[in-house]
């Protein structure tokens, strides 16, 4: 993004209003245990069609903001402080029979590893075809058609309807939970370390497949990542969080080129440079 293509952004975004944007997450704390509040402060928001990494080392919060927004927060966790805002509703007052209206619909979430979430002694197809048929209420027929649209939207043969999650690969899995998460168009895809697992070449493909959804749907994108290249190529704005905390949020290129935070300067000194000049 060059200077003047900034400072468009920038204005852009100084004069949205609440009600363009997607979603808005204000001073949140979520808390685990007996008081202990683990993520603090946390403030950012998101408009449609934008795309926000939140990077940061294992144990920094990323997934436990990432299960705030699906109200998912694992074991004992909660939201002592703060509000989430998604599309004008509060959705930290939401009850479980209101959150399924969200999940799968209006927000959509795809794994580290989507395999893992598949029933692995289920055909894809079945599985496929019951959770098409969950969301959208089409019968049989008419859900296995859509199977078929999906799977050639992320590039996959239809022939593996009628194969088993184990048999494919780390890329073919990745690229199935993403035709799962795009069932509904959602307004909003999470992305939790969605390329992680695999090479650098299926990387590269999962990455472009998913800003080419956002670019086509006008889906906003929160990719989870510790990788400080993919938040380059895919972002408009990151987010670096360390030990519970927001150590810097800006747009791309104020974050790549003028980091408020020690740790951001190190995460940026660590990504790998060719002859001698940076990879970002």
Same mark, same amino acid.
């Given at each position: 993004?060059?200077?003047?293509?900034m400072n468009t952004y920038n204005e852009k975004v100084s004069t949205s209003t609440a009600v363009q944007e997607l979603l808005s997450v204000k001073d949140v704390d979520i808390?685990?245990? $007996?008081?202990?509040?683990?993520? @603090?402060?946390?403030?950012?928001?998101?408009? !449609?069609? *934008?795309?926000?990494?939140?990077?940061?080392? /294992?144990?920094?919060?990323?997934?436990?903001?990432?299960?705030?927004?699906? %109200?998912?927060?694992?074991?004992?966790?909660?939201? &002592?402080?703060?509000?989430?805002?998604?599309?004008?509703?509060?959705?930290?007052?939401?009850?479980?029979?209101?959150?399924?209206?969200?999940?799968?619909?209006?927000?959509?979430?795809?794994?580290?590893? &989507? %395999?893992?979430?598949?029933?692995?002694?289920?055909?894809? %197809?079945?599985?496929?075809?019951?959770?098409?048929?969950? +969301?959208?209420?089409?019968?049989? =027929?008419?859900? *296995?058609? =859509?199977? $078929?649209?999906?799977?050639?939207?992320? /590039?996959? !043969?239809?022939?593996?309807?009628?194969?088993?999650?184990?048999?494919?690969?780390?890329?073919? @899995?990745?690229?199935?939970?993403?035709?799962?998460?795009?069932?509904?168009? !959602?307004?909003?895809?999470?992305?939790?370390?969605?390329?992680?697992?695999?090479?650098?070449?299926?990387?590269?493909?999962?990455?472009? =497949? +998913?800003?080419?959804?956002?670019?086509?749907?006008?889906?906003?994108?929160?990719?989870?990542?510790?990788?400080? %290249?993919?938040?380059?190529?895919?972002?408009?704005?990151?987010?670096?969080?360390?030990?519970?905390?927001?150590?810097?949020?800006?747009?791309?290129?104020?974050?790549?080129?003028?980091?408020? &935070?020690?740790?951001?300067?190190?995460?940026?000194?660590?990504?790998?440079?060719?002859?001698?000049?940076?990879?970002?």
């Amino acid at each position: 993004m060059k200077n003047d293509e900034m400072n468009t952004y920038n204005e852009k975004v100084s004069t949205s209003t609440a009600v363009q944007e997607l979603l808005s997450v204000k001073d949140v704390d979520i808390t685990y245990g $007996k008081g202990a509040v683990t993520i @603090r402060d946390i403030s950012f928001s998101v408009q !449609p069609g *934008e795309v926000l990494a939140v990077v940061g080392e /294992s144990g920094s919060g990323k997934t436990s903001i990432i299960r705030a927004l699906m %109200g998912c927060i694992s074991g004992d966790g909660y939201i &002592s402080k703060g509000r989430i805002q998604f599309d004008g509703t509060d959705i930290t007052s939401l009850t479980n029979e209101e959150w399924r209206k969200y999940r799968g619909s209006s927000i959509s979430i795809i794994f580290q590893d &989507s %395999g893992n979430a598949l029933d692995q002694i289920m055909t894809i %197809g079945k599985q496929m075809v019951e959770h098409i048929h969950r +969301l959208t209420g089409k019968c049989a =027929e008419a859900a *296995e058609e =859509e199977a $078929k649209r999906l799977l050639q939207l992320v /590039s996959l !043969p239809s022939d593996i309807l009628h194969r088993y999650p184990f048999e494919l690969s780390g890329g073919q @899995r990745q690229r199935l939970g993403i035709a799962m998460a795009m069932t509904v168009t !959602p307004k909003l895809l999470l992305a939790d370390e969605p390329t992680s697992a695999l090479d650098t070449t299926t990387q590269a493909q999962i990455v472009e =497949e +998913l800003l080419q959804l956002a670019k086509d749907n006008g889906t906003a994108i929160i990719v989870v990542t510790h990788n400080m %290249g993919v938040a380059a190529h895919m972002a408009d704005r990151i987010m670096v969080m360390k030990e519970g905390r927001m150590v810097d949020y800006d747009v791309k290129n104020i974050v790549l080129t003028e980091p408020k &935070s020690v740790y951001t300067k190190k995460l940026l000194a660590a990504v790998p440079s060719l002859y001698g000049s940076r990879y970002i």
